[in-house]
């Protein structure tokens, strides 16, 4: 059994999953046919949106009264031949009621000595909405530390731009460099206890690039493999849908494994290569140009 996150496009989607969050603490519900605790969902309804479906879920199974929703992204569950698809969403609920009549009898805050109903599937979906939270844009106040992860990254990883030592910029200069992709772009950064890793896409200045976003993204290697670039991505993807921004591109070098396979997962694909486009450890590296179009799309 397999289980993904991906981006939010229209595809054919069976349930939705609500991590759900009152008063600081994950709420559980209990099926009355079980003895498990499992986080709120179910099925969407013929005819309903995945937002109305986790609307009336996390009603009905909580007697939520008064709360937001955010869309995650969908996760994918494959087990043998088949392959189910869901929207994840995150709750912060203000307000609850008594809890409605339905199959749901219990509703309570995470206990670690729960047992869960799914337990291959759900720890993993709340790990993500729980990665989903650690994301914020960046701001001002972010200058020192997104200074260190620049520092970090040109020690840690011979994928991006800079060699060790070589950065000369200031905090200062980091912090005009913030200023400025809040004025032309959008900056998301992991914020794990310290940043961990971003992703910034700057749009073209002039009216015929406006629609043009360039990607660059960089994550330290202690937080690789949980998602964080596919959540960053969806963010991105989110903003760009918002802001009009219909071609989305970035390089890679082609021997960024790691990088070439998220991108293509995440949809861009190839468009050419840049033959020698790097000079590292005294060798001519290869890049990919990749590009991905956006379509705007109604829920
Ligand atoms: C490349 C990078 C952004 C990936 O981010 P990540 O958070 O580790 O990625 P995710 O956990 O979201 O994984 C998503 C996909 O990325 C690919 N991927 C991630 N780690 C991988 C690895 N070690 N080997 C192969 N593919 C990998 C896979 O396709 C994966 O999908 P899967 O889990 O279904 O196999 C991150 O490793 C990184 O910042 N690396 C160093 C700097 C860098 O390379 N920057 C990009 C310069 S262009």
């Known amino acids: 059994m397999k289980i993904n996150i991906h981006e939010m496009i229209k595809r054919?989607?069976?349930?939705?999953?609500?991590a759900a969050m009152y008063k600081d603490e994950w709420l559980m519900v209990?099926?009355?046919?079980?003895?498990?605790?499992?986080?709120?969902?179910?099925?969407?309804?013929?005819?309903?949106?995945?937002?109305?479906?986790?609307?009336?879920e996390?009603?009905?199974?909580?007697?939520?009264?008064?709360?937001?929703?955010?869309?995650?992204?969908?996760?994918?569950?494959?087990r043998d031949d088949a392959c189910n698809y869901g929207r994840l969403f995150?709750?912060?609920?203000?307000?609850?009621?008594?809890?409605?009549?339905?199959?749901?009898?219990?509703v309570k805050t995470i206990q670690p000595e729960f047992k869960w109903t799914y337990e291959k599937i759900q720890p993993i979906l709340l790990q993500y909405v729980k990665n989903h939270l650690a994301i914020r844009?960046?701001?001002?106040?972010?200058?020192?530390?997104?200074?260190?992860l620049f520092h970090h990254l040109d020690q840690e990883t011979k994928f991006m731009m800079y060699e060790k030592n070589e950065r000369q910029t200031t905090v200062e200069q980091v912090r005009h460099r913030i200023e400025m992709i809040q004025k032309t772009g959008v900056m998301y950064v992991v914020?794990?206890?310290?940043?961990?890793?971003?992703?910034?896409?700057?749009?073209?200045?002039?009216n015929r690039i406006r629609h043009v976003g360039y990607i660059v993204i960089g994550m330290k290697?202690?937080?690789?493999?949980?998602?964080?670039?596919?959540?960053?991505?969806?963010?991105?993807?989110?903003?760009?849908?918002?802001?009009?921004?219909?071609?989305?591109?970035?390089?890679?070098?082609?021997?960024?494994?790691?990088?070439?396979?998220?991108?293509?997962?995440?949809?861009?694909?190839?468009?050419?290569i840049k033959k020698d486009a790097m000079l590292i450890d005294g060798?001519?590296?290869?890049?990919?140009?990749?590009?991905?179009?956006?379509?705007?799309e109604s829920e």
């Open 137 to 148: 844009e960046i701001e001002l106040r972010d200058d020192q530390e997104l200074y260190d």
């Open 90 to 106: 995150y709750a912060k609920i203000d307000e609850m009621g008594p809890l409605p009549e339905s199959e749901i009898i219990d």
């Open 283 to 296: 060798e001519y590296i290869d890049e990919y140009h990749m590009s991905k179009l956006i379509e705007v």
């Open 58 to 78: 996390l009603y009905e199974e909580t007697g939520a009264l008064s709360f937001e929703l955010i869309a995650v992204g969908d996760y994918s569950v494959e």
């Open 191 to 206: 914020d794990d206890n310290e940043l961990g890793g971003f992703i910034m896409m700057n749009r073209g200045s002039c």
């Open 30 to 56: 209990k099926h009355r046919d079980r003895t498990t605790y499992e986080i709120p969902g179910g099925h969407i309804e013929t005819g309903e949106t995945p937002l109305q479906a986790a609307e009336r």
């Open 221 to 272: 290697m202690s937080l690789a493999g949980q998602k964080f670039g596919t959540l960053l991505f969806n963010r991105i993807f989110n903003y760009a849908k918002l802001n009009h921004l219909h071609r989305l591109e970035l390089t890679v070098m082609t021997h960024n494994l790691s990088g070439v396979s998220l991108y293509k997962k995440m949809g861009f694909q190839i468009e050419g």
């Open 12 to 18: 054919p989607l069976k349930y939705v999953v609500i």
